[in-house]
């Protein structure tokens, strides 16, 4: 159980289009969701949290008008990369934790999406 | 949120066990401790979380002192497919997830 599914596995996109990469827990429900970005050989970076219903919080130097997450539902979290330039070929990755369950439960991670901005 | 300190790289052969030691000298009162094993070009997946002293599960054992300021995941018996980055992470629940943040993970390498 506790599936968290991601798509598109990997995408390459020009410079100047938008991407959107979607993240859905198949099996629980998650009010919060996560979004991490991690360079080659690096750890994982937090980017922003997602909450159903609301906003975003972004972490400090993420750019919310080029990163729009939108988590419209239970079970989905979307994040657009806007005007994508190379810079921003990364490993995007999610995370879920399901709704209701204690604190400090594990995360769930989605298997990510390698983005490729040529 | 505890900041971790762990080992950059570790070397072990097959059959081997392996102690991966990190150290949260921040750590507070109710935040747990999770490690996590990574693949390259895959999500992190959880191996095991503990409050203190000792747990284990079928895949890894965590070895957590009184003073909670560090933990020990051991991995009895590696094989080749273990080879991985291996990040501890502490945390709480933070409006309503778990908001966490990564270290720089041990790159554990299992060689013949």
């Known amino acids: 159980g506790a599936v968290v599914s991601q798509h598109p596995s990997w995408v390459i996109c020009k410079s100047g289009t938008s991407v959107k990469i979607e993240c859905r827990s198949l099996?629980?429900?998650?009010?919060?969701m996560f979004w991490y970005r991690q360079f080659p050989k690096q750890s994982l970076m937090l980017m922003a949290t997602?909450?159903?219903?609301?906003?975003?919080?972004?972490e400090q130097g993420v750019e919310k008008d080029k990163f729009l997450i939108n988590h419209a539902s239970l079970t989905l979290s979307t994040l657009t990369v806007t005007s994508a330039h190379p810079e921003d070929s990364s490993f995007y990755i999610c995370?879920?934790?399901?709704?209701?369950?204690?604190?400090?439960?594990?995360?769930?991670f989605g298997n990510g999406t390698r983005l490729t901005v040529t | 949120l505890a900041k971790t300190t762990q080992p950059i790289s570790m070397d072990s052969y097959e059959g081997q066990e392996v102690n991966i030691t990190c150290s949260h000298n921040?750590?507070?009162?109710?935040?747990?401790i999770t490690w996590y094993q990574q693949f390259p070009s895959q999500g992190p997946r959880f191996i095991i979380q503990?409050?203190?002293t000792k747990v284990t599960n079928e895949v890894a054992s965590l070895f957590i002192p009184a003073d909670r300021k560090s933990s020990t995941l051991s991995l009895p018996r590696v094989s080749l497919s273990d080879t991985a980055v291996y990040y501890c992470?502490?945390?709480?629940?933070?409006?309503?997830?778990?908001?966490?943040?990564f270290g720089t993970g041990t790159q554990l390498k299992v060689e013949l």
């Open positions: 995370s879920a934790t399901p709704l209701g369950t204690i604190p400090d439960s594990p995360l769930h």
């Open positions: 099996d629980f429900q998650a009010t919060t």
């Open positions: 997602s909450n159903e219903g609301s906003k975003a919080t972004y």
């Open positions: 921040n750590i507070a009162t109710n935040d747990y």
């Open positions: 503990g409050y203190k």
């Open positions: 992470l502490v945390g709480g629940i933070t409006g309503g997830g778990n908001k966490l943040t």
